[in-house]
Structures are given as C-alpha cells and as structure tokens.
C-alpha cells in the first residue's frame, strides 16, 4: 500500500526550525519550484493494495 507522509510542524519550547532557515535557503527555494506529485500516479501500480503502508514515494526519490 503506498504511503503518504503528511508534514506537521511540531514545536519544542517555542522553537521551529523552519524559522531558523533563511528565506534564501537553496532547499527552500527548489521545494518552492519542485512538484514531485506526478511520482505518486507513476509508482501506483508498483505497490500492493493491503498490508503496511511503506515509503511515501516523494520521500523516497528525494532521498
């Protein structure tokens, strides 16, 4: 079954790291311009229907 991470920001003490990133940031920047969502209709039909959920396919290739 293929798997979906959903980002939730979490905090700790008052303290979010995407504050602590510039603006300017080249990661921040390409995740501005980059859609990976074409991946998950490309990689459909190379996971299973039941069972565990296993890795969200953008992770995946960004990894």
Known sequence: MQGKKIYQEKLF??????DRIPKQNFYRRLLGV???DYLY???????????QKSI???V????
Do not use: A, I, M
Request: glycine content about 4%; proline content about 4%.
């Open 41 to 51: 209709e490309l990689t459909k039909r190379y996971y299973g229907h039941s069972r």
């Open 60 to 63: 995946f290739f960004k990894l």
């Open 13 to 18: 003490s008052n303290f979010q790291l995407s």
């Open 34 to 36: 980059l859609d990976l």
């Open 56 to 58: 969200d396919p953008v």
